[in-house]
T-cell receptor
Framework: EAGVTQFPSHSVIEKGQTVTLRCDPI?????LYWYRRVMGKEIKFLLH????????ESGMPNNRFLAERTGGTYSTLKVQPAELEDSGVYFC?????????????FGNGTRLTVT | GEDVEQSLFLSVREGDSSVINCTYT??????LYWYKQEPGAGLQLLTY?????DMKQDQRLTVLLNKKDKHLSLRIADTQTGDSAIYFC??????????FGAGTTVTVRA
């Protein structure tokens, strides 16, 4: 079974530019989550999809961040325009909806550096 | 979100036991987790414990939970160089959302 894959693994952009991160969850996992770790601090929840619907986006920092999951498969997270404080590692995770306490499977993350 | 706190660094000699500590604040947490992140890799679920348990053992790993004090610990017996990584404590706030600590960087020295 393929794990959660994220692309790109690294991205370096200038302040004001746009970046789009992609996440492919494990096949059959309806739950998809985005998390972020900024500057060695705690990993913070950003949002949660169930299939193509946003279940909870309370962790999204501001309206420069837009997440989509058209068709309920892969998801994208776009940052436009990027600011310096957006630098960090963005993790995607997926899990099943049909199992109690289905564990979250994380991808390797995308390291975003905004200069 | 709720606060999860853990010490940032731990240095341990190869072959010794490592103990990583964590405190959390949400008394309604149902599950508590330990994740491991090796360099360049994602978060790997190491183990978890249900809140009505006080101990769970899995090979070299022992998880202790003191629900009264909201304290969670992870003990790694016979620590190896491959155990060098960042270890994250996490609590489940609601059915889907995890609240993580800042991570403890464990360095194993020869």
């Amino acid at each position: 079974e393929a794990g959660v894959t994220q692309f790109p693994s690294h991205s370096v952009i200038e302040k004001g530019q746009t970046v789009t991160l992609r996440c492919d969850p494990i096949s059959g996992h309806d739950n998809l989550y985005w998390y972020r770790r900024v500057m060695g601090k705690e990993i913070k929840f950003l949002l949660h999809f169930v299939k193509e619907s946003k279940q909870d986006e309370s962790g999204m920092p501001n309206n420069r961040f837009l997440a989509e999951r058209t068709g309920g498969t892969y998801s994208t997270l776009k940052v436009q325009p990027a600011e310096l404080e957006d630098s960090g590692v963005y993790f995607c995770a997926s899990s099943r909806t049909d199992l109690l306490n289905s564990p979250l499977h994380f991808g390797n993350g995308t390291r975003l550096t905004v200069t | 979100g709720e606060d999860v706190e853990q010490s940032l660094f731990l240095s341990v000699r190869e072959g010794d036991s490592s103990v990583i500590n964590c405190t959390y604040t949400d008394s309604s947490s149902t599950y508590l987790y330990w994740y491991k992140q090796e360099p360049g890799a994602g978060l790997q679920l190491l183990t978890y414990i249900f809140s009505n348990m006080d101990m769970k053992q899995d090979q070299r790993l022992t998880v202790l939970l003191n629900k009264k004090d909201k304290h969670l610990s992870l003990r790694i017996a016979d620590t190896q160089t491959g155990d060098s990584a960042i270890y994250f404590c996490a609590e489940k706030e609601v059915d889907y959302k995890l609240s993580f600590g800042a991570g403890t960087t464990v360095t194993v020295r020869a």
